[in-house]
């Protein structure tokens, strides 16, 4: 036996013995146990069983008959055979189901209809067990399918513990009828957990077999796999512990920059509070505002009067001996002998040290001591500390917390914390804006709810307000007061343009390659990168802005933006607003003047500029700020809401955290915001833009599934566009196109058929690479009208597509031909080659988690790879998809038709499986969801094509 072999059987017993464990602490009767092992099959409980049957009354012999003890066991017989042929036929580990099993019924024929109480409780957990054949000796077992069956088992022999012990601890019928009521309970929730675990180990046997033919499966195989390394990361994310310990209510959190102070000096409030956390460390501490040369003086002079260097009044107010004496003191004083070799004598606080030239005075040099400055200026040449750290503002969490803390609310209620972590959010997790303003809201006991609202109408009064629950010299409306009025020249042209860019990731190059485009001299230093860096220069040294180093991404808080546009005049917002607005149109093409499909390898740019067009509408909103020219800024609109965004952002109230997509990327209520903004302002509602958006519109009403309300802004679309270019454009055939898809979505075919040839006639006669698109879009139509072969001749017509292979579809990363081969594949099942259509769908469900992450055309592929799975007889892999499809369709606003459509397959798949309750909640969230989207459809039949209804035929 090799080692690998002796240490996985090892642990098998291990796993085993915990089991047996287990069990006896559930018996609670050491005799018991003795009597147990003296059984080990079926036969022998059969054998037995008749001497039970002479102890019954009369009348209930026949009802009660032990010979209907073998056929309610059937499936705890297979179960157990399935443990003697893989585990070995350990007498221990059988002799516990059978011996348990023959107590059991010993002690319950002695008590009236308690004997059929527990028969009918085996059956019922005999069929909850898994339904795999014993005797499948093919099926090789693994570790994930030992442990599955281990936690079977180990559920099943605790609970007939648990039965016997029950007898034992009421032996009388009275007692029993008392106490049966819980022991049911106790009975049921078992069942819940034994159809669970037996769900899972079925599922690994499902893998298991499929391992066997990885090559008929492979897709399948990864995709589960996928699943499963998910769900572990997700269990280690949930894995966070938060613990404020003793934290004073004008400081919070802060735990990193702590523990960085703390390595640093090793070799504002945070300082304090690191102080006051490490006072053993040092014998002596001192604190000294640096924030101005008068304040640094005054600051030295009560420390050379605390160490006891000054004598004389003259002295004592004497700023420049305070502190050549205070230095001196420093300098001289030797290491404390009862301190460790890694602490220091004393520990020199500079606060506020934001002109680091002023300490240049007062530095002490080399030293048996620490140095601790907090400043805003970053300037690592003029900064005589040999270590630094950056304080970030706080994430929505820990300013919620602290915000809930100073205003005295409950930091565990939800909805508290939900409204406190949009205050955060509107803040910007400033420390100081979050200590201001939940003084503001304290002394006006104002609700949380009420307090955005409130602010966004008076910020600057707000602002400017002080608050008893601080003490600090500044309001948020002096902060930075003081370094904005002495910004000019460049360095003030970005900070204004900064305010209009959305503030935590603005990627440099959007204004190096954007500012090419402008033809305005003001902003010609933005093309060259010394003077751009020259002019960051100087916010990075006043701590207005903050740059990554690693990919020249710059940052800037939101508190800083709202003190800036308060100070720009109205002429002035609207000069930046329209330079803004003409620099983020270069990250997107042009998507109205001529016939273009998905332009993912824009992708990259789109997702520089889309988080910043959402900043920009939100700026223009806020500030009422009109553009001199609407044409262009509805045309930027336009432009983003095709395409797609994914910048890291705590601030966009349109835009989802992790993933920013709008229609290519399907966050359809998000591009139909910027649509809905973008018709608005077009002032020419004749143009080749205008019918953009409207035929944009439509498609969303498509993908939404109202095809016949999308056939409306089709016909607007192809109405501009035939004015504009005449009947043969390859704009009238994308028209045409997309009115086709409308009428398949709504069923009427023909009509589909013909506007399917028209759009095929121009795209030919004008050579149109689009030519594509119509074939594809017509081998949909066909095979909705059941005609899979010729389906299949018309997608083979794609000029992409003319060798047909997986790769074909897949290796330009085009997210429409992920959408050619869920169409492949739903023309394979169609033709009855099960195993095809299912190796295509799965590869198309990779794609599409990949590209465009959990989204309506993901749940989409997990529907029809469950569906498939379902079909070969994979019944426990679908149910572990479909639970997939429900977390996501349940997490999008417009994904109630995925879900309701995702819980009728699951009820079927429950049903099948003996799983009832399971399948009765699922049933009641398809049928409830299916009336909330189409009332009509409330008493139609519990079907699959009724639920089809709430999705798109097809979603390209």
Not at 2 to 11: L, P
């Amino acid at each position: 036996m090799s080692q690998d072999e002796t240490k996985n059987k090892r642990v098998s017993s291990s796993l085993w013995q915990k089991a047996v464990v287990r069990y006896q602490e559930e018996l609670q009767e050491n005799d018991d146990y003795q009597v147990i092992m003296e059984l080990g099959s079926l036969d022998d409980l059969m054998n037995q069983a008749k001497s039970i049957e002479p102890l019954l009354p009369p009348e209930r012999r026949s009802l009660s008959s032990m010979n209907r003890v073998g056929p309610k066991l059937k499936f705890v017989d297979d179960f157990t055979a399935l443990i003697a042929l893989y585990f070995g036929a350990d007498a221990k580990l059988i002799a516990l189901v059978w011996g348990s099993i023959r107590l059991m019924l010993t002690l319950a024929s002695s008590a009236g209809d308690t004997l059929q109480n527990i028969l009918d409780m085996l059956e019922e957990l005999s069929l909850t067990l898994p339904r795999f054949r014993a005797y499948e000796a093919v099926l090789p077992m693994n570790r994930a399918l030992e442990a599955a069956l281990v936690d079977v088992y180990t559920e099943v022999i605790c609970f007939y513990a648990r039965t016997i012990h029950f007898f034992r601890t009421h032996p009388h019928v009275l007692l029993r009828r008392g106490a049966w009521e819980e022991f049911h309970r106790d009975f049921a929730r078992t069942v819940q957990r034994i159809k669970r675990m037996s769900s899972t180990v079925e599922k690994e046997a499902d893998l298991a077999r499929m391992k066997t033919d990885e090559a008929r499966y492979k897709e399948v195989l990864d995709i589960m796999e996928g699943i499963k390394h998910s769900k572990t990361r997700d269990e280690e994310n949930r894995q966070c512990y938060f613990i404020p310990l003793g934290l004073n209510p004008r400081f919070w959190g802060r735990d990193q920059a702590l523990k960085a102070i703390e390595e640093a000096l090793r070799k504002t409030q945070i300082a304090l509070q690191f102080a006051n956390k490490n006072r053993e460390m040092y014998d002596t501490i001192l604190w000294a505002a640096a924030d101005t040369t008068i304040r640094m003086g005054q600051s030295f002079r009560d420390i050379a009067q605390h160490l006891g260097v000054v004598k004389s009044e003259e002295e004592k107010q004497d700023s420049v001996a305070a502190i050549l004496k205070a230095k001196a003191w420093l300098r001289e004083t030797p290491k404390s002998q009862s301190l460790t070799e890694s602490h220091s004598s004393w520990l020199l606080i500079f606060d506020n040290a934001d002109d680091l030239e002023i300490l240049r005075q007062a530095w002490p040099g080399d030293s048996n001591g620490a140095v601790l400055i907090t400043t805003r200026n970053v300037d690592p040449a003029r900064n005589p500390a040999p270590a630094s750290f950056h304080v970030q503002p706080f994430d929505d969490d820990t300013g919620s917390e602290m915000l809930l803390n100073l205003v005295g609310l409950d930091a565990n209620v939800a909805s508290n914390q939900e409204k406190a972590k949009a205050i955060t959010n509107t803040l910007g997790g400033l420390p100081l804006a979050l200590s201001q303003i939940g003084g503001f809201i304290s002394q006006r006991k104002l609700p949380l709810q009420d307090f955005i609202p409130i602010y966004e109408r008076n910020a600057a009064k707000i602002d400017s307000k002080r608050t008893g629950i601080t003490d600090y010299d500044h309001t948020l409306s002096t902060v930075w007061e003081i370094s904005l009025t002495k910004l000019s020249g460049d360095s003030l042209k970005l900070l204004n343009m900064l305010a209009f860019f959305e503030p935590d990731s603005i990627s440099e190059v959007v204004f190096t390659e954007s500012a090419k485009v402008l033809r305005d001299r003001d902003f010609e230093f933005l093309t060259d990168e010394l003077d751009l860096g020259d002019a960051e220069e100087v916010l990075l040294r006043a701590a207005l802005i903050n740059k990554s180093i690693e990919d020249a991404v710059l940052s800037v808080h939101r508190l800083v933006q709202a003190s800036v546009l308060r100070r720009l005049g109205e002429n002035d917002r609207i000069k930046y607003f329209d330079t803004a607005v003409q620099m983020l149109n270069w990250g997107f093409p042009d998507t109205w003047s001529q016939d273009i499909g998905h332009q993912f390898q824009a992708w990259t740019k789109c997702d520089k500029c889309l988080p910043h067009v959402n900043h920009l509408t939100k700026q223009a909103s806020r500030y009422k700020i009109s553009p001199r020219n609407p044409q262009v800024y509805g045309e930027l609109l336009l432009r983003c809401s095709w395409y797609v965004g994914n910048s890291p952002s705590h601030n966009c109230n349109l835009l989802s955290n992790r993933n920013r997509h709008l229609y290519e990327r399907e966050s359809y209520d998000i591009a139909r915001t910027f649509v809905d903004v973008a018709l608005e302002v077009f002032p020419d509602k004749s143009s080749l833009a205008f019918a953009s958006a409207v035929d944009l519109s439509g498609l969303l009403d498509l993908d939404m599934n109202y095809p016949v309300k999308a056939l409306e802004p089709f016909n607007i679309a192809l109405g501009i566009r035939e004015k504009l270019l005449g009947p043969d454009d390859p704009l009238i055939a994308s028209s045409l196109n997309n009115i086709a898809l409308a009428y398949t979505e709504a069923g009427n075919l023909e009509k589909a058929f013909a506007n399917h040839e028209k759009a095929i006639g121009i795209r030919l006669r004008t050579k149109s690479d689009r030519i594509g698109n119509s074939y594809s879009n017509m081998s949909s139509l066909l095979l909705r009208m059941d005609k899979p072969d010729e389906a299949e001749e018309m997608l083979k017509r794609c000029p992409s597509l003319k060798d047909f292979t997986d790769d074909t579809f897949l290796k330009t990363g085009n997210p429409r031909f992920s959408g050619d081969m869920v169409l492949l594949s739903r023309i394979r099942s169609r033709q009855g080659l099960l195993d095809d259509a299912l190796r295509l769908a799965s590869k198309a469900l990779t794609f599409r988690q990949t590209l465009l992450g959990n989204r309506l055309k993901t749940s989409d592929s997990l529907y029809d790879v469950a569906g498939f799975l379902c079909q070969l007889g994979k019944d426990a892999s679908a149910l572990e998809l479909l639970l997939q499809l429900v977390a996501i369709s349940e997490s999008l606003n417009e994904g109630e038709g995925q879900l309701a459509r995702a819980n009728f397959k699951l009820s079927l798949i429950y049903k099948d499986n003996g799983m009832d309750l399971e399948s009765r909640s699922c049933k009641v969230k398809a049928v409830e969801l299916r009336a909330k989207l189409g009332p009509e459809a409330k008493d139609a039949a519990f079907e699959e094509p009724e639920f089809m209804k709430l999705c798109p035929w097809m979603l390209w």
